[in-house]
């Protein structure tokens, strides 16, 4: 299922720090698209859950030094 998920991203500063989001997910199976914006600290991500959860997701982005949390989902 095609979902799509707002987030809030905590500690990102720069950049580089979006960039870094970015790429994270840039070859993820599952992830069809990122859009990460390191100044007002938001994201939206597009995603295939039968390939990769949201659980997943946050675990990928505390992983790499931020946290995250759902704003909204809506499905596709």
């Not at 905590?10 to 720090?17: A, F, S, V």
């Not at 599952?30 to 938001?42: F, L």
Request: proline fraction near 0%.
């Amino acid at each position: 299922m095609i979902e799509t998920a707002y987030l809030d991203i905590k500690g990102m500063h720069c950049i580089n720090c979006q960039i870094k989001t970015e790429n994270t997910f840039a070859k993820k199976d599952g992830v069809i698209e990122i859009d990460v914006n390191w100044e007002s600290g938001k994201g939206c991500v597009t995603f295939d859950s039968n390939l990769i959860t949201i659980a997943d997701i946050f675990d990928q982005i505390h992983k790499i030094g931020f946290e995250a949390k759902e704003v909204l989902r809506h499905t596709l």
